[in-house]
C-alpha cells in the first residue's frame, strides 16, 4: 500500500486547510474525496453559491427600488434567472478549480472514492467503478462534514420539496415559497427568493428566528424581514405536506405545543431545519472512534478521536457548524499531528447571516450573559446617525457592544447593517486580544465609513458617542 503521514477524509474546508496546511510542515499527505470536486459543502452547495445568488438578487432588489433614489433610471429591472444561475456554477466552478491548483502546489496526492477505516493506521478507498485501493497513513483525519436534516414524513425531491442544495438551483421563480425553519438557511435563502418575487412564508418551532443570536438583534431582524414581504408563522411545526390536483403543495401547519390544523399552499418548500454530522461508510463502529450522544464523533482539545492516531475537525465534530470553524480546526490539526501547539480560541469565532442587512456577532449575546450572571454594558450606535450609511440608503440596523463592567473587555458584539459581516473582523482581532471597549474607543477610524458606528458604540460605553 501507499504510505502517508497524513490522510485527510473529505475536502471541505477543514479537510483541504488541513491537507494544505500538513504539507509544508514536512508531511506526505493524502486526500480522499467521493465527490467530483473539492471544497465540500461550503464551495459546492452552500457558502459559495449561496453568496453568488444573495449578492446578485441584491443587486436586483436594488436596481428596481433605490437605483431612482440615487437618480439612476435604468427602469424595471427584468430578471435572467438562467444567467443568475450560470453565475452562481461558475463562481462554484472558479472557487473549487482553486482548491485542485493548491492540492497540486503542495504535492498532495488525491484519491477519488469513498474512504473508510478498516483500522488505526488504514484507509480504503473505494471509487464509483473499479478496484478499491487501500492507503497506509500514520495519521488519518475525519473530515468528512454534515448533511441536511430531514422531517420526518416528507420526502425531498429537490424540486419542489428541496433542501438548500435545491434552493440554489430552482429552474423558475416559485410564486409562494415556504421555508421550514428560520435558522440562517432558510433566512438567506428566503431572502434570495424573495427579492427574485416569491411571497415567502416562514414556519418556525420557537418562539423566535435565528436561534442563538442575540434575541434583541433577531427581534428586531425580524421586524426589517416583514417589511421585505417575510411572513413567520412562529411556535409552529410542519406536520406534513401534502400534493394538490394543479401540483402545489398544501403544507399542513400546527402549533409547536400541538391543536388546530391550518393549511398554507405554496409552490415550493424549503425544508430547513438544521444539519446532521456525516459518517456514514467510514466504518466508525468497527474500527472503535465513539460518537457522541448527537451523532458527531467524539474528540478532545487536541481533536483525537477514542482511537490513536484517527483525529477529527469541522461539521462533524462539536461546534458551530461554519466554514471558518472547520479551517481553523483544520490548521490546528495539522499543527499537532505536526508536534505543534495548534490551537482555536473558541470564543472569538464571529458568525455572519448574509441577508439583507447583514447580521454578525461574536461572542456573547447579552442572552447569555444574563444566564451566566455576568454584570454587564451595553454600548450601541445607530447606522441612522451615521453619514455614509445615509450616502448609501444603508441606515437600517445599528452596533452594540457588551463589555464588563468591572474590567471594561469586551464580551461580545453584534452587528446589524450593510457589511456588518466585513465590520465585525476588528471586535474579532480585539476580543482575541483580550481588547477593552476603551480601547476600541481610542483608536481613529476612517471618515466616512460605516465601521465609525463600530467606534461610537464603544465610546458610548465610556464619556460618550458624539454623534448622538
Ligand atoms: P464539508 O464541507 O461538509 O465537507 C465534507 C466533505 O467530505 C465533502 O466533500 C464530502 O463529499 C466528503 N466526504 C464525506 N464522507 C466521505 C467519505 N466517506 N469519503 C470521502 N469523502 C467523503 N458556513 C459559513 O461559515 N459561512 C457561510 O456563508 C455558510 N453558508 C452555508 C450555506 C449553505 C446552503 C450550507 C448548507 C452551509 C453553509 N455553511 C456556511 C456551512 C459550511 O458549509 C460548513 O460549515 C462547512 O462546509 C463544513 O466544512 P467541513 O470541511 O467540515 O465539511
Ligand atoms: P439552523 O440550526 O441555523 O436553523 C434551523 C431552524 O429550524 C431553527 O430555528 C430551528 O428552531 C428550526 N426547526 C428545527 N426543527 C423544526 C421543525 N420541525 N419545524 C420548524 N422549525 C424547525 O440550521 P440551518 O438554517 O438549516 O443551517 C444549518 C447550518 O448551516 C447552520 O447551523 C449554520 O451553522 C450553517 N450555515 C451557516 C451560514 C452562514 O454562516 N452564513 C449560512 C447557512 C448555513
Redesign the pocket.
Known sequence: ADQFDVTVIGTGPGGYVAAIRAAPLGKKVAVVEKWATHGGTCLNI??IP?KALLHASELFEEAGHSFKQLGIDVGAPKLDLKQMLAHKDETVAANVGGVDYLFKKNKITVYRGIGSIPAAGRVLVTPQSGAPTEIASKAIIIATGSV?AN?PGIEVDEKQIVTSTGALSLETVPERLVV???????L?LGSVWARLGSKVTV????DR???GMDSEVARNFQRMLQKQGFEFHLSS??SGIDKAEDGSLIVKVEPAQGGGQAVIEADVALV????KPYTEGLGLDLVGVALDERGRVRVDAHYKTSVEGIYAIGDVIAG???AHKAEDEGIAVAEIIAGQAGHVNYGAIP????TNPEIASVGKTEDELKAEGIDYKIGKFPFTANGRAKAMLATQGFVKILADVATDRVLGAHIVGKNAGEMIHELVTLMEFSGAAEDLARTTHAHPTLSEAVREAALSLGDGAIHI
Open positions: 452552500g457558502c449561496s441536511s422531517l421550514i425553519g428560520a435558522g440562517v438557511i432558510g438567506e414556519v418556525e418551532y420557537l428566528i435565528l436561534p411545526k410542519v430547513a431545519i438544521g444539519r458551530p457548524m461554519l458568525s455572519v447571516v448574509y
